[in-house]
C-alpha cells in the first residue's frame, strides 16, 4: 500500500508538472519551478511571524501568496521587455533574499528554513492523511495534488486554442483578439498552484525536474504540442516507476531517483529521437553526403 | 570517411562505458547495509530519529530491544533526507520515538498523525516549559536541541523507559533494572560535567561555536555560550556576526573556539583569522560533537561518550 500511495503521488505531481512544463518550455521559462522554490521564503517567514506556528497549514499559505507574487512579477517584468531569464532571475533572488534578511533579523533563534518547514518528503506522504469525521481519507498530499491536476487539465483543456497560440505566437493571438495577457497570468497562476501544492508534498527537486525533464526531453521527440503533452506525461509517469524503482533497490532518495531516471530518458530522447537525436541527425548527415558524392 | 565513422563510434562507447562507471560506482556507494531490523519476532522493534535517541533505547531495552536511528552518525538533523529504506524502519517499528520540538521539521507532523496508528513519542514530551529554552522574539519556538543538559537527558530517558514498559510489560522489570542503571550513570555525567566546567577560571567560561546548539549546555553548567549562525544550520550568518564575535575574542582573551562535527568549519575560521590580524591568536580548541554524534562502535558513538568528549574538549582548551 504505501508503494501504491508513493507511486500515485509521484504520478501526480508528474502530470502536472509535466503539461505545465510543455508550456513553461515553449515559452522558455522552464526555470520558473526552480524560481518558485527559493522565492516563497519570505512567504513563510512572514506567516509565521504573523502566526507564532510552523503548522503546514499556515507555510502553504504563505508560500502559495508568494508563489502568486513571484508569477506575477515575473510576467510583469517580461511584457514590460525584460528578457524571460533576466525577469526570472531578478525576481526570484530578491524575493528569496527578502526571505533571509528577514530571518536573520527576526528569527535568529529560531530553525525556519524551507526544507524544513515547507518542503514535504515522498517518502513520508502515506503516513500524512487527511481525515474528515474522524475517517480516513487517505494521503492529503494525493487529494491536493489530484484537485490540483483536475484544475490543470480543465483550464488548459477549456483554452486550450487560446493557449497554444499564446505560446507560439503572441503577436497572432493578440492580433485575432485573444487577450494574451490574461491567459499568460492564467498559465503562471495554476504553475504556481501546482509548484507550491507539490513542493509541500513532495519536497522541491522533484517538482522542479518534472516541470522542465519531461517537457524538454517531449520536445526533442514531436513538433506538435499535443503529442507533446501526452509524450511529457508520460515520460514523467515512466521516470516516477523507474525511479521508484531504482530507489528500492539502492536504499536512496526517492525524489531524487525519479528526477535521476526522468534524466535518464531525457537522454536517450536526446540520443535516438527520430526528428532530432544526435543519431538521426549525424545518419541523414552521412546520407546527405554521400548522395552529394 | 571510414576512419572517422570508427572514431565517431569509439567515442560513442567511451561515453557509454562512462555512463555504466558511473552507474556501478553510484549502486556501490549505495549499498549501506546492516541497518534494517534484522532480528524476527520476540524483539520489540524501536526505530529513533537521531541517533543520541537510540543510543538511550539501547542501553535501557538491553537484548529484548532492537532500536535502529534514521540518521546515521555526523548527519545533520536539519539536513536529513530519507531514504526509500527509511520507510521500512519507520513501517516496521511498534514504537517511534523522536525528539520533537521541531527538530525534526516537517516530519514531527506526520510521526504526531502517525501516533494514531502506532506508538510515536517525543522524548522531550515530559519537559516543563520553564525547563525549555525559547526564542527571545517570543515566537512561540522552543530550542530543540535539549540534550546538552544531561538533567533533559534524564526526563527522555524516563520517558523512553516508561513507554517500553508500557509497550513490553512481559520485560517491565528488566527495563526498569536497566534504566534504573541508566540513568545513575547520567547523573553521574552531570555531576562530571559541572565539576569539570566549574574547574575553568569563571573569565574564560566562554564556548564559542558555529552554530547555535549549545544553549542548553551553557544554561545548565554555567558557560557562556556564543554562537555565529542562527539555530538553523542553512541560515546565513552576517558580516556583523562575524566582527562581533572577533571583536569578543579579542576583547576577552578567548583562548579557544569549538567546530562542530557536522557543521562546516569555514565560517569559524573566518573570525579566528579575524582575531589573528589584530593581534589576538585563537586556536580551535577541538571538534564538538552537536547534532550528531561520532561513528558507531567508538566511544563518542554514545550519548555519555558524546557529552563526555565535548566536555573534556572544551575543559582542555579554556582551561
Redesign the interface.
Known sequence: MTDFWILLTGGLVASCCAILGCFLVLRRMSMIGDAISHSVLPGIVIAFMMSGSRDSFVMLLGASVLGLITVFLIQLFQQSGVQADASIGVVFTALFAIGVVLVSLNLKHVDIDLDCVLYGEIAHVHWNTWELHGSDMGPKAVWMLGFTLLVIIAVIGLFYKQFKLCAFDPALAAAIGIPVALFHYLLMGLVSMATVSSFESVGAILVVGMLIIPASAAYLLTDRLGAMIFISVAIGLASTGLGYGVSVVLDASIAGCMVCAAAVLFILAFLLSPSHGLLARKLRRRSLRERTI | MRLK?NS?IRRWIMAMLFLTAVMLF??AC???SGNDFTSGEGKLKVTATIGMIADVVNNIGGDHVEAIGLMGPGVDP??Y???????KK??QADVIFYNGL??E???A???E??GKKKTTVAVSSRLEESALRS???G???H??HIWFDVRNWISAAEVIRDTLVEKDPANADNYKKRAADYLVKLEELDRYTKEQIASIPEASRVLVTAH?AFGYFGDAYGIKVMGLQ???T???Y?TKDVTTLRDYLVDNKIKAVFVESSVPKKSIEAVIEGAKQMGHDVAIGGELFSDAMGKRGTEEGTYIGMVQHNVDTIVHALK
Do not use: C, F, R, Y
Not at chain 2, 81 to 87: E, L, R, T
Open positions: 565513422t565517431a553510484v549502486t549505495g549499498s549501506n536539519h539536513l533526507k530519507a531514504s526509500q529504506g527509511d520507510i519507520l513501517d521541531h527538530l521539521g516537517k516530519m507532523e506526520m510521526l498523525k502517525l526564542d527571545p522574539s515566537a512561540g519556538a530550542d530543540p547555535d542562527g539555530m538553523s542553512a541560515s546565513e552576517g
